[in-house]
């Protein structure tokens, strides 16, 4: 079975940063798409930044470009979203998603439980 696991949201201070990570198992030794999502109450899921673990392919959205950066670290089977100079917009539930076939949007295969960011 494919899990995705995320930790590392919190509470901050707008102009604060956080790192979450995005523990992945069940893919190991394959290379997939994987992608940051974020969801607030009443507001449609958008996506962040997304990578190919294989290499060749990042993405980030207008909203998270020079502030949020997504890696892999294929060792530790896990992806990180580091987050800088925190805005209140950015409150919201983050997710990771994964998926071999990488698919278009946010039909991604697999998704973690979320994670809670908020600033203020």
């Known amino acids: 079975d494919v899990q995705l696991v995320e930790s590392g949201g919190g509470s901050v201070q707008a102009g604060g940063s956080l790192r979450l990570s995005c523990v992945v198992s069940?893919?190991?030794?394959?290379?997939?798409?994987a992608a940051w999502w974020r969801q607030t109450p009443g507001k449609e899921r958008e996506g962040v930044a997304a990578?190919?673990?294989?290499?060749?392919?990042?993405w980030s959205a207008d909203s998270a470009k020079g502030r949020f950066t997504m890696s892999v670290d294929s060792a530790k089977n896990t992806l990180y979203l580091q987050m800088n100079n925190l805005k209140p917009e950015d409150t919201a539930m983050y997710y990771c998603?994964?998926?071999?076939?990488?698919?278009?949007?946010?039909?991604?295969?697999?998704w973690g439980q979320g994670t809670q960011v908020t600033v203020s």
């Open positions: 069940g893919l190991t030794g394959k290379d997939y798409c």
């Open positions: 990578i190919y673990t294989g290499g060749g392919m990042t």
């Open positions: 998603a994964a998926d071999p076939d990488c698919p278009t949007g946010d039909l991604y295969r697999y």
